[in-house]
């Protein structure tokens, strides 16, 4: 079965001409059922608002189709698509619990197949009210939340040498010089920006909510790639033995050894990053939420598979009959025995 695996909440969005929002921004990673990423595929979706329960009365739905980009990410407006039953304006917020069910081809068909199921919560409401608590008398709600969100936008100037990045929540310009040998190409997510200067064995980082550039080296004869993991960076040096995070949070770069043999892939979503040693015989976490690494051990003779979740990791061990969850709350791993003469599948359900 095709699954999609949510990367964000539901954010109203202002539209032209609208005074009270009339949409509600989603974002989403599609992944196959081997938990892979639909990359550069269209995939086609059904959203379906719900009246009271996760079964009730369809109030409205429409469809889209839409590109993912290299990590399977898309984005799309709920309201924005093309309608099949009712109207996204006639839904009426305020009566009763409303759920939004989401179903995906990832063929880019209409064969759709149903992903899941989820409440919404606070947000969708407010375009009932009309007006947020503590906005100033005049003040549309579509004025007040054009006003709580920003985008950065950032450059690089390519004669000069230099990276750009405008923040606008400060409102100002900041550069980070690198080599003029470079081409540099900038990566963006959630208003951080980075990018990598292998002349300088350095990799570069834009932290929006710090408003500061961090840079962190690397090994002269590495290579490496900026992997995204929504808002945060990570790269791995295997020349060095190690994998390093950039925490926009913080605006610092954190590092995490593993064995000089081994060669880790690096998995990222939702802000935290996971890989396996298994020269080392250990899974490494490192969470968005606390900024730091964790690990868990597995037996030698076991091969876990990495399973990546909203922020968490899991893996079974069959050697060990053990299954190990890297808990994101707490930053820790916990572990459940099950019994030696089973071989469990582990799945996952996201919330």
Known sequence: MKKLLLLSALFITSLIFAQIPQ???????????????????????????????????????????????AQGLFNLVIGQ??????????????????FLK???????????????????????????????????????LADVVQESQYTNFGFIDYSANKAYVFNAMTGTWSNQPYSA?????????????????????????????????????????????????????????YDGAKVYVFNSKTGTWSNQPFNASASPELSGNYGAFGF????ANKAYAFSAK??????QSFNASSSPELLVGIGSFA???YSDNKA?????????WVSQTFNGSSSPDLSQSDN
């Open 102 to 140: 989401v179903e995906m081809d990832a063929a880019g068909g209409t064969n759709y197949t149903l992903v899941g199921t989820t409440q919404l919560l606070s947000v969708p409401y407010a375009m009932a009210a009309g007006t947020l608590a503590g906005a100033t008398a005049g003040n549309s």
């Open 324 to 332: 190990y969850v890297f808990n994101a709350a707490t930053a820790t």
């Open 181 to 237: 040998s470079e081409s540099p190409e900038m990566t963006a997510t959630e208003g951080n920006f980075a990018f990598v200067d292998y002349t300088a064995h350095k990799a570069y980082a834009f932290s929006g909510a710090a408003g500061t550039w961090s840079s962190q080296t690397f090994s002269a004869s590495a290579s490496p790639s900026i992997t995204l993991s929504k808002g945060n960076f990570g790269f791995i040096d």
């Open 315 to 317: 893996f079974l061990d």
């Open 276 to 279: 396996v040693d298994y020269s």
């Open 23 to 69: 949409g509600i921004s989603y974002q989403a990673i599609a992944l196959n059922g081997s938990g892979n990423a639909v990359a550069n595929s269209n995939v086609g979706l059904r959203l379906s608002v719900l009246n009271t329960s996760a079964t009730g009365t369809v109030l409205y739905t429409e469809t889209h189709t839409k590109m993912t980009n």
């Open 81 to 98: 698509g093309t309608p099949t039953t009712g109207t996204f304006a006639g839904i009426t917020w305020a009566n009763g619990s409303k």
């Open 290 to 295: 606390t900024g730091t690494w964790a690990n």
